[in-house]
């Protein structure tokens, strides 16, 4: 199984830097077979752009409100919507400025390409702060990073089991 990992976030804007945190870290580490590891930041055509490599999965790192307590990880299986059962305006208000992509739109455009793989997960942090411009994230979700990992681990063996479906 051939696995994409994407770390997503805005270095810019506090807990958002969660999941390019994450993907720094397990770029530290060494690969793994048919594992990729990529930080995209804030581009999500790039995001778009490596799942053109064709993969059987992504799972995406991410800050996400859950209404959970602020550092609580979370998993969760990835509904993306479909572009091509919306109205044109919507599609419209949803995709028009790809420079302004959240990993949301990038894999709606990923799907509109045929190119979203069929399983997509998101391993995810609940954030105290998006929205401040800060650099440096709170010392809650800077603790959830290991346990971040740890998930992401764990998908990946799941996944290469095809026990996680």
């Known amino acids: ?11 810019l804007r506090s807990d958002d830097a969660f999941g390019v945190e994450v993907a720094n870290r397990l770029l530290e580490r060494p690969t793994v077979n048919d594992v990729t590891i990529v930080e995209t930041g804030i581009a999500g055509i790039q995001l778009v752009q490596e799942l053109q490599d064709g993969y059987d999965a992504i799972i995406v790192i991410d800050t996400v409100d859950r209404e959970r307590a602020p550092g ?8 993306v919507i479909d572009v091509n059962a919306l109205e044109h305006n919507e599609k419209y208000d949803l995709l028009a400025d790809m420079h302004l992509a959240t990993p949301e739109r990038s894999l709606m455009v990923a799907r509109a390409l045929n190119v ?23 010392e809650i979700v800077k ?11 764990r998908c990946i063996a799941l996944l290469q089991s095809n026990e996680l479906t």
């Open 72 to 79: 609580t990880v979370m998993t969760i299986d990835y509904e």
């Open 116 to 138: 979203l793989p069929p399983i997509v997960k998101m391993v995810a942090v609940q954030p105290v702060d998006v929205d401040t411009m800060a650099i440096g994230m709170s």
């Open 1 to 11: 199984m051939n696995i994409l990992v994407a770390g997503v976030g805005n270095l």
């Open 143 to 153: 603790n959830a990073v290991d346990v971040a990992i740890e998930e992401v681990d």
